[in-house]
């Protein structure tokens, strides 16, 4: 894992290199004020001051009389908007510039410090990165305040972003459950991992789904609880399908090629938990993850199998392919019989939701609209945007059976991320507000600061109001 906390210092006057920033409003400006030999270097290379662009100067060319600036060069970088940085706004600086010191001139770097942390860092688990360049630190003043919540948050999204970079034959339910027995130890939580036949007998649709990968990856429910009883509780749930073959109802090759990030949920709400542990939120905290892989043998599950569930309802299997929500529900119902204040459940559950919002945006589903509202707000403030998408009751009788409670899949093309929502609606408790996040946890094309692969996607956001909710 990348040194978070090295990338980051309080500026106490040393030596580095200056970085000025600019927009497209500003860049004539800038312009005007430079010598000849800097504009005549800033045309050849083209630069206009647009977003995520850069370009390094040299340093007596520059107006600058700071004594503390490095003697070998600085840097001018274009933004979005100079006067409203955000958290990515320095992400193609982190990412491009030399190792060494650098300090913003004239300029805040509030709000700007994850963008600036996460760029640095790179998976490289199974390939040799030769060209790795060593860290480039920024240097802060008033925002070194916010350097111990930026790092948290990089921490967090790293973690994400490896877990599911990491194929299913080194991520699987057993995998999940040494990292979250790891993060029990760390921080003092009670692990439990339910297996076997009590998993069969006290959470069958978990058990349903695993069975056929039972002698080499055995489901399993995680659960790893965590604060002082008398806090208020909240659960986080999270899918944790290592491998999605899409069992019997099978997907083609290229619909598995990314199915090793079919446990992005958990990935999600593992590092959530991980950031409430480490903050020490005054909560009561359960988080749960049903660990499978939904693979195929001779007991694999059927469509029109019929599968009892831990909340008592029967349930017609439809589609076999259609399995998140199946363990999810078990987990949500062990998750509302403690009567949370709050259930927040992350997926990778539906293409449906995909084609609606694309990748960059998660569906997010909320029964409570104090609690909606406050969700999408914080991924406004920290630029984790969701989508809210309706739990329409109007679709519930695509979920009827003629013959179970309810399917698992509604026949037809229409509205399914949302008949999958409301399928998971019957297994939360009426009095707990819920929030099921939708996710894709990939990003197919890099963006500064955010290179292709595993990626989290309402995570930072799912994090801001927990802190706004429950926090001191």
Wanted: charged share 25%.
């Amino acid at each position: 894992m990348t040194d978070f906390k090295a990338l980051i210092e309080a500026d106490t006057g040393q030596t580095a290199r200056s970085i000025q920033i600019v927009d497209l409003g500003t860049f004539e400006d800038w312009m005007k004020a430079q010598p000849d030999s800097i504009r005549a270097l800033v045309k050849a290379n083209q630069f206009a001051g647009k977003p995520d662009t850069l370009l390094v100067l040299p340093v007596n060319g520059a107006k600058n009389d700071d004594k503390s600036v490095a003697d070998d060069f600085t840097v001018v970088a274009g933004v979005q908007d100079h006067e409203k940085l955000d958290p990515w706004s320095l992400a193609r600086l982190g990412s491009g510039l030399p190792e060494g010191r650098y300090r913003l001139h004239e300029t805040s770097a509030k709000g700007t410090l994850f963008g600036w942390l996460i760029a640095q860092h790179e998976f490289d688990r199974y390939k040799d990165l030769p060209d790795r360049q060593g860290p480039s630190v920024l240097l802060v003043g008033d925002a070194i305040a916010q350097k111990d919540e930026a790092v948290r948050q990089a921490e967090a999204t790293a973690m994400v972003r490896d877990m599911v970079n990491t194929p299913a034959a080194d991520m699987g339910p057993d995998r999940l459950e040494e990292i979250v027995d790891k993060l029990a130890e760390k921080h003092g939580g009670e692990l439990k991992v339910t297996r076997g036949d009590t998993l069969e007998e006290h959470f069958p649709m978990i058990h349903g789904v695993g069975k056929a990968a039972m002698r080499a990856h055995a489901p399993r429910l995680i659960e790893l609880k965590w604060g002082k009883a008398d806090h208020p509780k909240i659960a986080i749930v999270g899918k944790g399908v290592c491998f999605d073959s899409g069992g019997l109802s099978m997907k083609t090759g290229a619909g598995m090629l990314l199915m090793k990030k079919d446990m992005g949920g958990a990935a999600h709400a593992i590092a959530l938990a991980r950031m409430v542990m480490e903050a020490g939120l005054p909560v009561r905290l359960h988080l749960l993850v049903p660990a499978v892989e939904n693979a195929i043998d001779g007991n694999a599950l059927r469509p029109g199998d019929i599968l009892n569930s831990r909340k008592g309802l029967t349930v017609e299997v439809t589609n076999t392919d259609a399995e998140g929500r199946l363990v999810l529900g078990d987990a949500l119902t062990l998750a509302g019989e403690s009567e949370p204040e709050r259930i927040i459940d992350f997926a990778t559950l539906t293409g449906a939701a995909r084609v609606a919002l694309g990748p960059d945006l998660p569906a997010m589903f909320c029964d409570d609209r104090e609690m909606a509202d406050g969700l999408l707000q914080a991924g406004e403030t920290e630029s984790d945007p969701l989508w809210q998408m309706p739990l329409w009751s109007g679709y519930d009788s695509m979920l009827s059976s003629p013959i179970a409670d309810c399917v698992n899949s509604a026949a037809g093309g229409f509205a399914g991320c949302i008949t999958a929502a409301l399928f998971l609606k019957k297994f939360t408790p009426e009095a707990v507000p819920w929030a099921h996040f939708d996710t894709f946890a990939w990003r197919p094309a890099a963006k500064p600061g955010r290179p292709q692969g595993g990626e989290a996607l309402g995570l930072r956001a799912s994090w801001r109001y927990l802190q706004g909710r429950f926090g001191d």
